[in-house]
Nanobody, 123 residues
């Protein structure tokens, strides 16, 4: 069972950037599809981005397309989320997730979840 630990969250001004990391415990990390989700206060958890085993196929929510980039380093068992041009709507807890099925956009596509890292964007 893979364990996921997110890091890199924090407070940033609007227009700024952050890079989130998610380290996986599993040696077979390269066989997992990975995703990032976020949950703002009072809202449901929503899809942000996903990436295939090799990293060649990525998918993004419309709200972050062109601003966020998901990537992975299988040698380091880590997936990243580079977030640029942040705005206050990006304020949320960010979660990484792992799937053995598909790089999906739904919560139920993912069996394993991290504890989350908080991102706060100030105006």
């Amino acid at each position: 069972q893979v364990q996921l630990v997110e890091s890199g969250g924090g407070l940033v001004q609007a227009g700024g950037s952050l890079r989130l990391s998610c380290a996986a415990s599993e040696r077979t990390f390269s066989t997992y599809y990975m995703g990032w989700f976020r949950q703002a206060p009072g809202k449901e958890r929503e899809f942000v981005a996903s990436i295939s085993w090799t990293g060649r196929i990525t998918s993004y929510a419309d709200s972050v397309k062109g601003r966020f980039t998901i990537s992975r380093d299988n040698a380091k068992n880590t997936v990243y989320l580079q977030m640029n041009s942040l705005n206050t709507d990006d304020t949320a807890d960010y979660y990484c997730a792992a799937s053995t099925l598909r790089p999906g956009v739904h919560l139920e596509d993912y069996a394993y979840w991290g504890q989350g890292t908080q991102v706060t964007v100030s105006s």
